[in-house]
């Protein structure tokens, strides 16, 4: 598979974190910068939580500096999600059993396959990290994640898949250049109508819990700004970023 044009790649045997690295690496580079860790000895996800992240399982970080204003770096979540589903089904040749869950997770029968996390480095106007981990060869067990929350599950374990983390990353990088191309000459509206068209629950009752409160109501859309819209008794609610639980 073709490197995309204009992307860096390193591969580092080991790493604390491909996030911390791209902050650590970001000043220096040129253009957007792929970093592979084989090994992370201080992988998180969101909100500081530890992430699970045995040798073979995926761990990459893209370092990209968009010309985007603040509230719309956050899509870039949306564009990440599309192209782990799409290098996903190009590795396994096939899209059964895939789905998107907002806000930034990859589904596989129903258990989470990956997952994504954005951070911010240098402040406004400064650089966007996107750290992405995929369990390719193991997952953590239920008791790694909090009650009612969706199960891991590891695409080895799912479809009896051996894929390697680099050969991955190839069909990975591929896959974002596109939809990263497309989102700047078309804005959101066409990745938001491919992202609906692969998500989870849509149509469905869902819970989103935030550190504040708990909403539950029918899953109706993802508004143009990203927002995941609920239908619930009281009227339509918007929620800018939650965990979600399915009913």
């Known amino acids: 598979m073709n490197w995309p044009e204009g992307y860096g790649r390193r591969v580092l045997a080991e790493v604390d ?13 040129s253009g957007p910068e792929w970093i592979l860790g084989l090994r992370q000895t201080a992988a998180r996800g969101r909100r500081g939580r530890p992430w699970v992240n045995p040798a073979g399982n995926f761990a990459a970080t893209l370092v990209i500096r968009p010309k985007d204003s603040p509230d719309k770096l956050a899509l870039r979540s949306f564009v990440a999600a599309l192209a782990l589903y ?30 994504i996390l954005l951070e911010g480095i240098g402040g406004p106007g400064g650089h966007l990290a996107i750290g992405i981990g995929v369990n390719l060869l193991a997952a953590p067990g239920r008791d790694a994640v909090e ?29 974002y250049a596109t939809h990263e191309a497309r989102l700047t000459s078309y804005g959101f509206e066409p ?9 989870a629950r849509l149509g469905e009752v869902i819970t989103a819990r935030t550190a504040r409160d708990s909403v539950t109501g029918v899953f109706e859309t993802v508004d143009g700004t990203g927002q995941l819209v609920l239908k619930t008794p009281k009227g339509r609610v918007s929620v800018a970023a939650a965990e979600i639980f399915f009913e």
């Open 191 to 199: 990745i938001r109508t491919l992202w609906l068209a692969r998500a």
């Open 147 to 175: 009650p009612g929350a969706v199960p891991p599950v590891s695409l080895l374990g799912e479809t009896g898949m051996r894929v390697l983390p680099e050969a991955f990353l190839a069909a990975l990088a591929a896959a």
């Open 17 to 29: 974190s491909t996030n911390a690295e791209a902050a650590r690496i970001a000043a220096g580079l």
């Open 86 to 115: 799409d290098a996903l089904a190009s590795v396994t040749g096939t899209e059964t059993g895939l789905a998107l869950k907002w806000p930034n997770d990859v589904l596989l029968n129903g258990g989470k396959l990956a997952g």
